[in-house]
């Protein structure tokens, strides 16, 4: 009785688990609304964020990014639910429509499964509408973010400010109460770094010198051929002249970065810096960079103390105030900047700031008229050193009314848009020079035969031992590295002096390298260039492997070397096509599209690709039965040489005259193929001599067998031999014998052999060792005198004929004669 109740209490759990788990197949679709409404609650909050900093153009950036990526994730889910859209369709028709009225009604199975396919179709069209929503939202609040930002830097250039008494009397009595506070300030953080921080700022600033040393001795060790002037008596070449002031300029401006980032790093990861602090250390150091860059920059053109190494042809004199000129733009810029932010720390009133770029502004303004009256151009003919001529009339008129359009905008009110002008004259005229000699310098050197007059090659060629070829690709490798270079850095610095902030380069270099769609294909540089690198990598383990698993594993193993071939070949195939599906993999294609071309492989395999699946086939054969390895002496048909390759389509041969011959594999399992080594290099060579018969047969083979035991390559087990072989018409024929260790050196041991045969035959008298006809003159044959007719008559019954003797020409020495009838002369008569 309490069994039942219990069994019962038992099976009502297991009853409604089945709707539970139907409910959970029936909404499919819960985990893309998660997400849905997820990406809207985070667009409600972004559009709450900007509103908030409507005013901060590098945070607007910032939050732009952010609302790309929730915009991105809304179609990347609704694009989800699309094949899930396609499988319910393609049911739907399966099932077909429900019946009409009058017919048969169906079964409630089917009407069911029709009820639940349209219920998720439904749920799956109301997703997609959601999203598209979103969307739409999202797209509105990212171009209300960027119609923002275009109105920020609007106003930045173009607001007008009164210029007037009061506002520099103001500006005059701010000046003091700032300066007052800034000493208070940076006062109290040293006192405060010294007595609390000391241990952490001493780390910091020892850290950060490190660095320094670090930066300056490797640069200067590594990179010195690349920025040291030689003082030489002839003027260098253009493209050493080139190579010196970029890298000169490039080298010590990214040390320089490099030392100002870890300083920052190091003294704000030691929490050394305070938040009103932090900002003027980092424009400190950021200055610091650009007036070391301007200046590197100008030396390096300009080069006032080394005319030979100038790259523009002006005066000594001119040179030298020019890099003036535009070292104290660039100290107006940087003071002008590092005083904004400090006014901007210290919450100094913003006409004081005003102040302060109008000055910089109207200093620039008249230091460019200054260079207007420079005179650096050199006529031509005269020397460097001499005295310079005026600009170009457009030269000098552009100097003049750029200074006079800076002190007008200035002294109009457009302190913005003159502050903005006056620093991209310096930072970006700066940065376009660099970019141009940057390109010339990437030209120069990947230019034929260039790369081998500087030098950097003549070091390549020295230490490498690098012929013309190599070094002419190295030029090419070296000019594109140049570029990429040039590009990769120059062109984000660009843009961040328009008024683009970091997370619009970081922005665009990720749709750049990661969605590049052509058509309906979206190519991604960077899994490309994964790809890339990870099939190199595992390449480059791959040949590791091969040369630790021949040289350490199979060599101390005495394995055969066909067999070390044949197993480093099939570890080397192995790896590759490994190598080839991990980069394949990596760089996001899909495997699955490889099937039409397999299909398409296999069809011509059936048509015009026997021959190449025939070697295939056999190359595998070869390496796997090894009738030859690598190093053998083969002859197969007309060809004969060494085996110096064997892969699976066809095997390397070198012939002895240097003519490497590619052979077919199937030829080597379909025809005769002879090996000398193939079992080892033992072997037989024959050398045929020739004497007339004057000489003595025994004392010709004696005299063979003691030159062929003389030599110290032919082996005395098995011993020489000298065989009587031929009896020639004017000649007998001997042969020696001689066995060899290695079959390979035979035709040395032959070459010496002969030279020695021929000069002991020559001092023994022995006779010639060569083919030799001598033939003795034939003697005429006697006439016959059949001087009566009954002497031509047959003669009498028993009586026999008479005969006569014909010589017959006889090879030899001896002759023999032939008896001929009287009969036969007669009838040949």
């Given at each position: 009785m309490v069994a039942a109740p219990a069994l019962v209490m038992a099976q009502q759990p297991a009853a409604n688990v089945i709707p539970q788990q139907a409910e959970e197949v029936a909404s499919p679709q819960a985990q893309p609304g998660e997400q849905l409404e997820t990406a809207r609650k985070n667009l409600a909050r972004l559009a709450e964020l900007v509103s908030k900093e409507k005013d901060n153009d590098s945070r607007l950036a910032e939050l732009k990014v952010e609302v790309d990526a929730t915009a991105k994730q809304i179609i990347a889910t609704s694009v989800a639910t699309r094949p899930r859209l396609d499988e319910l369709k393609a049911r739907l028709t399966e099932l077909g429509d429900p019946p009409g009225d009058g017919a048969p009604p169906e079964a409630e199975v089917v009407a069911q499964e029709r009820k639940r396919l349209l219920a998720e179709r439904g749920e799956i069209n109301a997703l997609t509408g959601t999203a598209e929503d979103l969307s739409i939202q999202a797209t509105k609040l990212s171009n209300s973010i960027t119609a923002t930002r275009r109105a920020l830097f609007s106003n930045t250039l173009l607001k007008h400010t009164d210029i007037n008494r009061t506002m520099v009397m103001d500006a005059i009595a701010a000046i003091n109460l700032e300066r007052q506070t800034f000493m208070r300030t940076v006062g109290s953080w040293l006192t405060f770094a010294w007595n609390f921080k000391r241990l952490q700022l001493l780390s910091a600033l020892f850290l950060s010198l490190c660095a320094a040393l670090v930066l300056l001795a490797g640069t200067r060790r590594l990179f010195s051929p690349f920025i040291h002037r030689e003082v030489r008596s002839e003027e260098p070449g253009y493209i050493?002249?080139?190579?010196?002031?970029?890298?000169?300029?490039?080298?010590?401006?990214?040390?320089?970065?490099?030392?100002?980032?870890?300083?920052?790093?190091?003294?704000?990861?030691?929490?050394?810096?305070?938040?009103?602090i932090a900002p003027i250390v980092s424009v400190t150091l950021a200055v610091c960079v650009a007036l070391l860059f301007v200046s590197t920059l100008s030396n390096a053109v300009l080069a006032p103390r080394q005319s030979g190494w100038r790259l523009v042809r002006v005066s000594d004199r001119g040179a030298r105030l020019l890099v003036w000129s535009i070292f104290a733009m660039t100290v107006v810029n940087g003071l002008d900047y590092l005083a904004g932010t400090i006014s901007e720390v210290m919450g100094s009133p913003i006409v004081l700031t005003v102040v302060k770029s109008l000055i910089a502004s109207i200093i620039i303004g008249l230091i460019l008229m200054a260079m207007s009256l420079i005179k650096p151009i050199v006529p031509a003919g005269k020397t460097l050193d001499s005295q310079g001529t005026p600009w170009p009339r457009a030269v000098w008129l552009l100097f003049v009314l750029t200074g006079a359009a800076l002190i007008i905008a200035a002294l109009s009110g457009y302190v913005g848009l003159a502050r903005f002008v006056a620093t991209q004259i310096v930072m970006t005229g700066a940065i376009l020079v660099t970019m141009y000699i940057g390109i010339l310098t990437g030209k120069a050197v990947a230019k034929q035969n260039a790369l081998a007059d500087t030098i950097v090659g003549r070091y390549l060629e020295k230490r490498f031992r690098m012929e013309q070829i190599a070094l002419d690709q190295a030029g090419l490798v070296a000019g594109l590295g140049i570029y990429a270079l040039v590009i990769l850095f120059f062109i984000p610095l660009f843009l961040l002096q328009w008024g683009f902030q970091i997370a619009d380069i970081q922005a665009w270099a990720y749709r750049i390298f990661t969605e590049i769609k052509i058509g309906g294909i979206t190519i991604s540089i960077t899994g490309i260039l994964a790809g890339i690198l990870l099939f190199a990598a595992v390449y480059v383990v791959t040949r590791w492997f091969q040369r630790w698993l021949d040289g350490s594993v199979m060599a101390r193993s005495r394995v055969d070397p066909g067999v070390r071939n044949s197993v480093k070949t099939g570890v080397g195939y192995l790896g590759l096509g490994l190598a080839g599906l991990m980069a394949i993999s990596a760089a996001g294609l899909d495997l699955s599209n490889l099937a039409l071309v397999a299909g398409a492989l296999s069809l011509g395999v059936g048509f015009g690709l026997q021959n190449i699946v025939s070697n295939f086939v056999s190359g595998l054969i070869l390496l796997v039965e090894r009738p030859f390895k690598?190093?053998?002496?083969?002859?197969?048909?007309?060809?004969?040489?060494?085996?110096?390759?064997?892969?699976?389509?066809?095997?390397?041969?070198?012939?002895?005259?240097?003519?490497?011959?590619?052979?077919?594999?199937?030829?080597?399992?379909?025809?005769?193929?002879?090996?000398?080594?193939?079992?080892?290099?033992?072997?037989?060579?024959?050398?045929?001599?020739?004497?007339?018969?004057?000489?003595?047969?025994?004392?010709?083979?004696?005299?063979?067998?003691?030159?062929?035991?003389?030599?110290?390559?032919?082996?005395?087990?098995?011993?020489?031999?000298?065989?009587?072989?031929?009896?020639?018409?004017?000649?007998?024929?001997?042969?020696?014998?001689?066995?060899?260790?290695?079959?390979?050196?035979?035709?040395?041991?032959?070459?010496?052999?002969?030279?020695?045969?021929?000069?002991?035959?020559?001092?023994?008298?022995?006779?010639?060792?060569?083919?030799?006809?001598?033939?003795?003159?034939?003697?005429?044959?006697?006439?016959?005198?059949?001087?009566?007719?009954?002497?031509?008559?047959?003669?009498?019954?028993?009586?026999?004929?008479?005969?006569?003797?014909?010589?017959?020409?006889?090879?030899?020495?001896?002759?023999?004669?032939?008896?001929?009838?009287?009969?036969?002369?007669?009838?040949?008569?």
């Open positions: 050493t002249r080139l190579s010196v002031a970029f890298w000169s300029t490039m080298i010590p401006t990214m040390a320089m970065a490099a030392f100002a980032t870890t300083s920052y790093f190091f003294l704000q990861n030691f929490n050394v810096l305070r938040p009103d690598v190093g053998d002496w083969v002859v197969t048909g007309t060809t004969e040489g060494f085996v110096r390759r064997i892969s699976v389509r066809a095997t390397e041969i070198e012939t002895f005259q240097r003519q490497t011959i590619m052979v077919p594999n199937s030829l080597f399992i379909n025809a005769s193929v002879g090996n000398w080594t193939h079992r080892n290099r033992l072997g037989r060579s024959d050398i045929p001599v020739t004497v007339s018969y004057d000489a003595v047969p025994r004392q010709v083979m004696d005299t063979l067998l003691q030159i062929a035991g003389a030599h110290p390559l032919v082996l005395k087990n098995p011993e020489p031999q000298a065989v009587f072989t031929t009896f020639g018409e004017t000649t007998m024929t001997f042969e020696v014998r001689v066995y060899l260790a290695d079959i390979v050196n035979g035709n040395s041991v032959r070459n010496d052999l002969r030279l020695a045969i021929y000069e002991r035959f020559r001092e023994e008298g022995l006779g010639a060792p060569f083919p030799r006809d001598e033939l003795e003159p034939e003697e005429p044959m006697p006439e016959l005198a059949l001087d009566t007719p009954a002497q031509q008559t047959a003669p009498a019954e028993g009586v026999e004929k008479p005969v006569v003797d014909e010589p017959v020409k006889r090879s030899g020495t001896q002759r023999r004669p032939r008896r001929v009838s009287v009969e036969a002369v007669g009838d040949r008569d």
